[in-house]
């Protein structure tokens, strides 16, 4: 089952190509240090400014780098049904575990539309599928009543749930049950998410700190509460200082601050302000990562 801490990467970048050795050796630290699973080509993955032969390399090169030994779940959703099927089915041909569908951004269906898109998707490609529910960057809301249909779907396993509503998330597990894979999308609701009865998240602040965000899981998942609530505390300064700006702005800098990847992200993101570099800076410094 897919569960746990699970890293949406980032893509990095440099000299305006994708970096693929870079990429491959951040999915090594991230495999080093615990991490449940890898999600690349989401928002954290700028898949915006992928093409589509981009996308599926990004997707090629996790799969291959990753090597079985955590799942990958390939971001595959589009506003553009076709294009989600395309893109899901290249994940199922390419080896990926899982796909992660955002709903579809900007044309805003409604939740029929939304239930028929999901479904055709899942009909064509015929991979575990999570979807991604992001109202804040999609304008539209997959409601409790709309996962309980696609629940029915075979191979719609679950949701990334981003909203932040604990009692919308309540309700999806009422509905669907708890074998319902629900997975935090942002990281400031892990520890709650998972004490109504979710199995993980999809994390931003894991890439740059993946063995206390795995830790956090495991330790709920233990009974730790004491422990799991202590890394909750402990990554709070981190969880703020990765949303100064845009995501995966915030990100992508704090990784060249660590020496793991040269800062460079695709347009129209671009560098952070000197007064929330130096912010986050003193943040990594206190936590000890520089």
Wanted: net charge negative; aromatic share 6%.
């Amino acid at each position: 089952m897919i569960r746990g801490a699970l890293t949406a990467i980032i893509t990095p970048f440099k000299n305006g190509e994708i970096d693929e050795e870079g990429f491959r050796e951040l999915i090594e630290f991230q495999i080093e240090n615990g991490i449940d699973g890898i999600v690349p080509c989401g928002t954290t993955g700028e898949s915006a400014t992928l093409s589509h032969e981009e996308h599926d390399r990004v997707v090629e090169i996790c799969i291959d780098a990753a090597k079985k030994r955590v799942p990958v779940i390939a971001g595959t959703g589009s506003n553009n049904t076709k294009e989600a099927i395309r893109l899901t089915r290249h994940a199922l041909e390419a080896g990926a575990d899982a796909a992660l569908l955002i709903s579809p951004y900007y044309n805003r269906p409604t939740q029929e539309g939304l239930y028929r898109h999901f479904k055709a998707v899942a009909e064509a490609a015929p991979i575990p599928i999570i979807l991604y529910n992001v109202p804040s960057r999609t304008g539209s809301n997959i409601l409790p009543e709309t996962n309980a249909r696609l629940s029915k779907i075979s191979n719609i396993i679950g949701i990334k749930e981003a909203t932040g509503d604990l009692k919308q998330i309540s309700k999806i597990i009422e509905l669907c049950g708890e074998d319902y894979i629900i997975l935090s999308g942002d990281d400031f609701t892990v520890l709650p998410i998972l004490a109504v009865g979710g199995k993980g998240v999809i994390s931003v602040v894991s890439n740059v700190a993946p063995a206390d965000m795995a830790g956090l899981v495991d330790a709920f998942e233990a009974g730790d509460l004491a422990k799991a609530r202590a890394l909750h505390y402990k990554m709070w300064s981190l969880t703020e200082a990765c949303f100064f700006e845009t995501n995966p702005i915030p990100v992508k800098a704090a990784l060249a601050m660590m020496g793991k990847i040269d800062f460079e992200v695709r347009l129209p993101l671009c560098s952070m302000s000197d007064a929330n570099n130096e912010r986050l800076r003193k943040v990594l410094a206190n936590y000890g990562l520089i």
